[in-house]
């Protein structure tokens, strides 16, 4: 089993910064990919980022291109995510996933992942 435990949510002003991590445990090869979705009320479920586990980056959503960053710290084992310039609409509940499959990190209209963590909330407002 791989368990995910995401931290680093909280409150920004526009324009500003926040970094979530998601602590993972269990076995490599569990968790081939890695992700970063968000969900906002009324709105369906977000793919915002995915990594591999060897640390490829396969996917950004158009809306946070160049303003977010994924990334994988193999020593501590967590994957984050650096939000820079935060918009009100970045205002979502933050869930980190992993899959066993690299084509789900190839294939980003794919949702389905096997573990989930419990969210962080990200709220962006002045």
């Known amino acids: 089993q791989v368990q995910l435990v995401e931290s680093g949510g909280g409150s920004a002003l526009p324009g500003g910064s926040l970094r979530l991590s998601c602590a993972v445990s269990g076995p490599s090869y569990r968790r081939t990919c890695m992700a970063w979705f968000r969900q906002s009320p009324g709105k369906s479920r977000e793919r915002v980022a995915s990594i591999t586990e060897s640390g490829h980056v396969t996917y950004y959503a158009d809306s946070v291109k160049g303003r977010f960053t994924i990334s994988l710290d193999n020593v501590k084992s967590t994957v984050n995510l650096e939000m820079q310039s935060l918009k009100v609409e970045d205002t979502a509940m933050y869930y980190c996933?992993?899959?066993?499959?690299?084509?789900?990190?190839?294939?980003?209209?794919?949702?389905?992942?096997?573990?989930w963590g419990q969210g962080t909330q990200v709220t962006v407002s002045s």
């Open positions: 996933a992993a899959d066993p499959s690299e084509r789900v990190c190839l294939d980003s209209w794919r949702l389905a992942f096997d573990y």
